[in-house]
């Protein structure tokens, strides 16, 4: 008997039905603004909300998608990864994964959050 995969909780909210992330979708599940998500996907907050699905967000929107769900899953919950997404961390000199994204860190918050599924310090 096949054990069936629950729908991740993040990824069933933002992917549309032509399998892409929808960028005001995203900003929704990780209560950001548009400006916000732009400034993590490195594109004008007005190019994306003129096109949400573009091909040039693609990449980094679905490791967004996944780093969120990893998180979600980990903390039984998408408003606890929310939360930790906003809360000030020591390991990023007291600022929190949503300012380290903002700058551009988005692979340095991915090692982050695998660190903190796996439960590994530095």
Request: hydrophobic content about 40%; charged content about 30%.
């Amino acid at each position: 008997m096949a054990v069936l995969d629950r729908p991740r909780p993040i990824a069933f909210s933002v992917i549309n039905d032509e399998g892409r992330v929808d960028a005001r979708h995203l900003a929704d599940a990780m209560d950001i603004t548009i400006t916000q998500l732009a400034a993590i996907l490195g594109t004008k907050p007005k190019s994306l909300s003129e096109s949400p699905t573009s091909r040039k967000i693609q990449e980094a929107a679905t490791k967004i998608v996944e780093m969120m769900d990893d998180l979600a899953d980990f903390l039984q919950a998408r408003r606890f990864a929310v939360y930790w997404l906003r809360t000030p961390r020591v390991e990023l000199g007291d600022q929190s994964p949503l300012d380290w994204l903002m700058k551009g860190k988005l692979e340095e918050i991915r090692d982050e959050v695998t660190r903190t599924i796996r439960l590994q310090p530095d």
